[in-house]
Each structure stands twice: as C-alpha cells, then as structure tokens.
C-alpha cells in the first residue's frame, strides 16, 4: 500500500512496485484518514508512507496499524534527512527509512526485504548513525548490552524490567549509563543506532 498525498508520486512508486516480480499495490492513500480506512480491507504486507501528510504524519499511521494491524510492516519514504524523523519513525515501528533520492528498483529491493522479516535502513543513512566511533558500545556493561538490544527489538522500560527480571528503576539507571557512554541524549536515539547497525549487519553480542 503507498501512502503519500502528491498522486504523481504515488503513480510513480506504484509503476515501479507493480513491475517489480511478486509484488502488487493492494491500495493507494493520501491522508491518515484514508489509510487508516483502507488498510484493514486490503490487509497490506508492507505499506509504504510518507512523513508529511495533510492531516497527521506517517508516525501517526505507524502507530495506528501497530495496533489494528500488526501483521503490515511500515517503510518511510520521505525527503526528511533528519535525525529526530529518523529515531522517531524507528521508534514508533517503522522497518526502514528510505529518503525519496533513492533509485527506483532500490525501492523494490527494500519492499521485498522487508516483507521477508528484515529491518533495513539506506546507505547514507546507516553511515551517519555509525557516527565517529567504530563502536560506541565497547565499554557498555553486559547488563547495559541486553538493554541496548531490548531498546532496538522495541521493549519499554517495564517490558525491559520482566524480561531481565529487575526492576523499572534499574532499567533507567542502565539506559542513564548506556547514554551517557555512547554520547547519546535520547532513548529514541538508542533506537535509531541499533536499527542502523542492525541493518548493516550489527550485534552486541
């Protein structure tokens, strides 16, 4: 499904996706509204959404179907090259964040990777969140590793807490640390850095 409120764009992108093999447009939107009606009566695998829209933002569509429709995965395309976009997106659920420079067949390939399970970022974009260091994480406790890993699978402090069995304020404590020695401010930020090296092929462990 492609969600974007210019129709050219959505025409170009639905050109590109339906000559691509195994893959269909199931629907077409250009409002929240719209696509908040239409996904549940095309159940899309993966819909693709941009940022700005006429009534809400792509974050707002993102958080609507984690709820009432698990199953579809989000992708961004949008022409926002910002950091707080990107982490915000991450954190709300998206699957990849793509900017609208990217070349058409690209735009497939990503589709396809993400129906199959994958989290996937850009190139430019997997380079900027890899920031100076080579690994930010080296002096990260084991403790303050499973939290970063449970921060980019989208747990909250609490679900975090019962997972590792400690409680709430410990998760804090370790996320105040973990930020701290990554030269991070915002949970969100965390979220944003483990996709990105996750997508390039990255684990703590």
Known sequence: MIVDDHEIVRRGIAEIVDRADGLTVVAEA?????????????????????LQLPDGTGIDIIQALRESLPQARPVVLTSFDDDDALAAALQAGAKAYLLKTVRGAEIADVIKAVAAGRTLLDDRTVMRRRADHEDPTADLTPSERKVLELIGDGMSNREIGERLGVAEKTVKNHITSLLSKMGLQRRTQVAAWVAGQRASGWRTS
């Open 30 to 50: 250009g409002s929240v509204a719209e696509t908040l009606r239409r996904a549940p009566l095309v159940r899309p695998e993966v819909v693709l959404i941009d």
